[in-house]
């Protein structure tokens, strides 16, 4: 049964810091693993997708990157600015099962 | 193209009522998946719909919960009898894909929830 685990469970950093968002999941056998933001009270944002052969996807101050054989993901964020403040969601589809989720990071960026 | 609509965005509902949680999949979608939220936790799978199929329903409570996507109008995820327990936020992804096809390829897009409240 995969199982997705986020460290930290919360975190707090102040304004233009880089940081790291970390996701581990049990079974590697895992067909892709998506990156999500959800803010309080909302949906869920899509940030990156990144397919089982990629290594890692860019988008803007973000960067996924996959290491499929060791079951990890990290989220980079550079420069971090008080807007990116939310909570971060790790997903991964494997297998017959639909997208299993982390309880993902609390992020708050201080002025 | 509007995205992946749910309503009610927010539904109060009092211990032993029914609530219905709407879901209406992006425009050329015809696969639905509903997720639980409970307050500081992931997101739970429940169940995945095609077009008037249940294709998995493993995540169900065996109780009081039911799902349908019609073959007209949106997806309805129905709870009876709702206990303070089922207070969560209930979000709905769509896709144009099947399963199979869906692992290889495509990210998921997500509804803005329901958030139900059981008093």
């Known amino acids: 049964k995969q199982e997705v685990t986020q460290i930290p469970a919360a975190l707090s950093v102040p304004e233009g810091e880089n940081l790291v968002l970390n996701c581990s999941f049990t079974?590697?056998?895992?067909?892709?693993l998506q990156w999500f933001r959800q803010d309080p009270g909302k949906g869920l944002t899509s940030l990156l997708l990144?397919?089982?052969?990629?290594r890692e996807q860019t988008s803007g101050r973000l960067n996924a990157s996959l290491d499929k054989s060791s079951g990890r993901s990290t989220l980079y964020i550079a420069a971090s600015q008080p807007g990116d403040s939310a909570t971060y969601l790790c997903a991964v589809s494997s297998g017959n099962t639909p997208l299993v989720f982390g309880k993902g990071t609390r992020l708050s960026v201080i002025a | 193209n509007a995205g992946v609509m749910q309503n009610p965005r927010h539904l109060v509902r009092r211990r032993g009522q029914e609530a219905r949680l709407r879901c209406s999949p992006m425009k050329g979608h015809s696969h639905v998946y509903w997720y639980r939220q409970l307050p500081e936790e992931g997101l739970k799978f429940m169940v995945y719909l095609q077009k008037e199929n249940i294709i998995d329903e493993s995540g169900m409570p065996k109780e009081r919960f039911s799902a349908e996507f019609p073959k007209e109008g949106p997806s309805i995820l129905r709870i009876q009898q709702v206990v303070r327990g089922d207070s969560a936020a209930y979000f709905c992804?769509?896709?144009?894909?099947?399963?199979?096809?869906?692992?290889?390829?495509?990210?998921?897009?997500f509804g803005q929830g329901t958030r139900l409240t059981v008093v």
């Open positions: 079974d590697s056998a895992i067909y892709n």
């Open positions: 992804a769509s896709s144009p894909l099947s399963g199979a096809a869906r692992r290889m390829n495509t990210e998921a897009f």
């Open positions: 990144i397919q089982s052969s990629q």
